[in-house]
């Protein structure tokens, strides 16, 4: 005779354990393996992050060159 699986092992010794039959083990299995696969969460905050690490230099270089086109206007003013 064969020895039970472990989860029918279980069953027998802790009695409070439910049963669950071989093809509903093996969906809920694929389905968890899949879950834990998803990186589509993953993939949807890392273009979120370089977004707005694209957001930040852009402001930043923005921010340097309104100044530097400011004071060459300003120079430009002055001298007409």
Do not use: C, W
């Not at 802790?14 to 589509?40: C, I, P, Q, W, Y």
Request: proline share 2%; charged share 15%; hydrophobic share 50%.
């Amino acid at each position: 005779m064969r020895s039970p699986q472990p989860l029918q092992a279980l069953e027998t010794k802790s009695g409070h354990v439910a049963r669950v039959n071989g093809l509903r083990r093996t969906l809920m299995f694929a389905a968890l393996t899949k879950l834990l696969n998803n990186e589509d969460g993953a993939t949807a905050i890392e273009y979120g992050l370089i977004a707005a690490l694209i957001a930040v230099a852009a402001v930043t270089v923005l921010g340097t060159v309104g100044t530097n086109l400011t004071s060459t206007f300003s120079t430009v003013a002055t001298k007409l």
